[in-house]
């Protein structure tokens, strides 16, 4: 009764499924490793945001890359703004998804060393063909808190790094170019500020970053599993249909064989 299975049909439908059963079985297991790695980066970003503030010296130096572990990581530090050589960032949009400006200042420390500090976002108020007008930095030394962030690349972030751009207008926020601007000594990375709040409102602190959603992840890798299950059932339901079938034909033949002709 199963000879069926030896048919050009059936072997095909067979062969399918035995392909598709480890396909599912591993797009479900690398669902999974997408789920894992989600939910390692957002415990990373919850360790960081809730760690005590630690001075920026700490953990950045000139020339320093920051790692995964320092990103997000509240520091502090203790200097003044140098509003002379301020930049602001192209193309940056706010909490509504309003198109404006970050506002990048040197912030000079103690030791004459300096420390870049995104100060918020200002709206682009029209063409963004010239410097535009910035809220003042608070005067003389002050403590400021923020956000350590790595450099920005265009590999990291998908922003090309445009040239010829208007005086003082920059497209990503980076260490090494700004050191090299500036003619000093800049430590890696920068501080998105978080305090103290601006005077007014103005400029916008950039707010603390989201948490990726990892749940999705999980629910399909759970649903390709089930679909992987699902197949081998879905053949044998299958199988005993056409066994049905058949066993339904062939009686059927068998009844009308032995049904004596009529006489005539």
């Not at 920051?66 to 301020?86: C, I, L, M, P, W």
């Amino acid at each position: 009764m199963y000879r069926f299975l030896l048919t050009r049909q059936w072997v095909i439908l067979t062969l399918v499924a035995l392909v598709l059963i480890p396909t599912m079985i591993r797009l479900g297991i690398w669902q999974m490793d997408r789920y894992h790695e989600r939910d390692a980066r957002n415990q990373l970003v919850t360790n960081a945001l809730n760690a005590k503030p630690v001075p920026v010296e700490d953990l950045a130096s000139p020339g320093h890359v920051v790692n995964s572990q320092e990103r997000y990581r509240s520091v502090t530090a203790k200097g003044r703004f140098d509003t002379d050589d301020e930049l602001v960032v192209r193309r940056r949009v706010n909490s509504n998804e309003e198109v404006g400006y970050h506002i990048l200042t040197p912030f000079v420390l103690k030791d004459g060393k300096v420390l870049l500090i995104n100060r918020g976002w200002i709206p682009a108020n029209g063409a963004q063909t010239s410097f535009p007008k910035v809220p003042a930095p608070p005067r003389g030394e002050t403590t400021v808190t923020g956000r350590l962030m790595p450099n920005e690349t265009t590999e990291a972030s998908g922003i090309k790094d445009l040239k010829d751009l208007p005086d003082r207008q920059v497209m990503l926020i980076n260490s090494k170019q700004e050191a090299e601007r500036l003619g000093r000594t800049v430590l890696g990375g920068y501080v998105a500020q978080t305090a103290p709040d601006p005077k007014g409102g103005t400029p916008e602190l950039v707010g603390a970053p989201g948490k990726e959603d990892s749940a999705l992840n999980y629910a399909y890798a759970i649903q390709w599993w089930l679909f992987a299950a699902a197949v081998p059932v879905g053949w044998v339901v299958l199988v005993r249909r056409e066994l049905r079938e058949r066993r339904r034909k062939e009686e059927t033949s068998t009844a009308e064989a032995e049904t004596p002709a009529a006489v005539g």
